[in-house]
């Protein structure tokens, strides 16, 4: 059994920061990259970041490109995401997952999911 896990989410105000964790467990697998998405209400998840874990090599969708860090701790299985500069449409609950195999901005290439963080940027 594979478990990924976030942590990190919470109540935020504009202009704040915040950093996301997620931890891998469970069984052995092989990934290519670990990533962020996010799903508003209403709307459709997309991709936020992503991170290749071989060598670190980070990739931005372009609303987060500047204001965000994406980064990995290899001995832990853990990836971290640095949001800066908040804006209230951030608010969206993250998910973290495991496998880019078909790139690393592409959904459907990640095969191992998270149960998501909640994140509300709200003044």
């Known amino acids: 059994q594979v478990q990924l896990v976030e942590s990190g989410g919470g109540l935020v105000q504009p202009g704040n920061s915040l950093r996301l964790s997620c931890a891998i467990s469970?069984?052995?697998?092989?990934?290519?990259?670990m990533g962020w998405f996010r799903q508003a209400p209403g709307k459709e998840r997309e991709f936020v970041a992503a991170?290749?874990?071989?060598?670190?090599?980070?990739y931005y969708a372009h609303f987060v490109a500047g204001r965000s860090t994406i980064s990995r701790d290899n001995a832990k299985n853990t990836t971290y995401l640095q949001m800066n500069s908040l804006k209230f449409e951030d608010t969206a609950v993250y998910y973290c997952?495991?496998?880019?195999?078909?790139?690393?901005?592409?959904?459907?290439?990640?095969?191992?999911w998270g149960q998501g963080t909640q994140v509300t940027v709200s003044s």
């Open positions: 997952a495991a496998g880019g195999f078909q790139g690393l901005g592409k959904i459907d290439g990640y095969d191992h």
């Open positions: 469970g069984r052995t697998f092989s990934f290519y990259a």
């Open positions: 991170i290749r874990w071989s060598d670190g090599f980070p």
